[in-house]
């Protein structure tokens, strides 16, 4: 079992920055990420490292967003610079311990977990960005 448990939300005017940290009852060198969900919205994924330390950001939030990790924390990183307010969302990290699979599009290959679902997730924390 991995409890995770998020921090750093809050309310930010557009053009602000957040930076939202993870920390894992023990890490588990395998994969971890922050998604997030609007409401009424399915949850994405923002930014993901892999198992080999590969960082994967989504469209949205590339050049804004940065996934860090400080492996003698524990603990996982999303700086969040220039927010905009279709950033505003609940955010959540993720991890999973599973021997997964290799994932390839038209521009690049990571490995995630099977099926590309997580196992432990944090409890959320939200992030609203004002206008």
């Known amino acids: 079992q991995v409890q995770l448990v998020e921090s750093g939300g809050g309310s930010v005017q557009a053009g602000g920055s957040l930076r939202l940290s993870c920390t894992a009852s023990?890490?588990?060198?395998?994969?971890m990420g922050w998604f997030r969900q609007a409401p009424g919205k399915e949850r994405e994924g923002v930014a993901v490292?892999?198992?080999?330390?590969?960082?994967i950001y989504a469209d949205s939030v590339k050049g804004r967003f940065t996934i860090s990790k400080d492996n003698a924390k524990n603990t996982l990183y999303l700086q969040m610079n220039s927010l905009k307010p279709e950033d505003t969302a609940m955010y959540y990290c993720?991890?999973?311990?599973?021997?997964?699979?290799?994932?390839?599009?038209?521009?690049?290959?990571?490995?995630?977990?099977?099926?590309?679902?997580?196992?432990?997730w944090g409890q959320g924390t939200q992030v609203t960005v004002s206008s």
């Open positions: 490292m892999d198992s080999d330390g590969k960082l």
């Open positions: 023990r890490f588990t060198y395998y994969y």
């Open positions: 993720a991890t999973d311990d599973r021997t997964g699979e290799t994932w390839c599009n038209a521009t690049y290959c990571y490995k995630r977990p099977p099926g590309n679902e997580y196992t432990y």
